[in-house]
């Protein structure tokens, strides 16, 4: 599969317009699910294991396998495509994606894809070479209704506290390839689940000084979790004053 991002085009902002639209009706529906690396986010991981109601344990084993590039520098995660030879992505059927609502964010962002860390933030158009929705849909459809449209907002809120950490200025110092801080970086990152077992077990407040609504919160919300074990690892990993040390 080509996927490329149209270069020629111009950067687009916020408020510009663009065409697309994708229905059950374009003879490419649901080619761009099959056969591609599709990287899942921490906020991703925790959102199609929750749709699922399994532990994130589970769903990593099941749906997913890792890599541990070193021009990344961290472990990522990958989504296993369907072993036969439709290689599809899991979660989707005929009539579409299983998932809609929890989807990853890539699938969310699509065909959008930001060119930088910019502020006011940027992007470009990636094509591929199969898609018949380019030119479809409203013109007059500006990125910023769109992406509304897509609810990428909480996902690139979560995304932004992981950042935190894979974007930190000390992060080339530390080995995320092997050892102690691949280990901590996998379970705060991608374990969401054995992260939380690590909370309630009590063995976290041995060492950090967690007040009692924080611990509430972070019980019995796992967004709110999520953006705990991102202090935890900034806190442990980078020696920052996230929390409270006992």
Known sequence: MIETTDTSAKILG????????????????NKCCRDINLFLTPYDILRMKRRLRIPSGEFLKTYTFPLFPEEI????????????????????????CLIYDDRPWSCRSFPL?????????????????????????RTSRTV????????VALYEEMNGEWKKITHHEDFTSKNFLDGYFRD?????????????????????????DIGNSVLKRIKS??????????????????????????
């Open 144 to 151: 910023r209704k769109w992406r509304d449209t897509q609810n």
């Open 221 to 246: 919300n796992e967004t709110e979790l999520l953006r705990f074990a991102c202090r935890w690892m900034r806190c442990v990993i980078f020696g920052e004053d996230t929390l409270k040390r006992r």
């Open 14 to 29: 916020l408020d510009d317009t663009f065409s697309f639209g994708c229905d059950s009706g374009l003879t490419c529906f």
């Open 184 to 208: 901590i970086f996998f379970l705060g990152s991608y374990n969401i689940d054995e992260f939380r077992n690590l909370v309630t077990s009590g063995e976290l407040q041995k060492y950090f």
């Open 73 to 96: 520098g961290h472990p990522v995660i990958l989504l296993k495509m369907m072993p036969d030879e439709t290689k599809n992505c899991p979660f989707v059927s005929e009539q579409g």
């Open 113 to 137: 894809e930001p060119v930088a860390d910019t502020l006011p933030p940027a992007f470009g158009i990636v094509k591929r070479d199969f898609c018949l929705g380019f030119g479809k849909g």
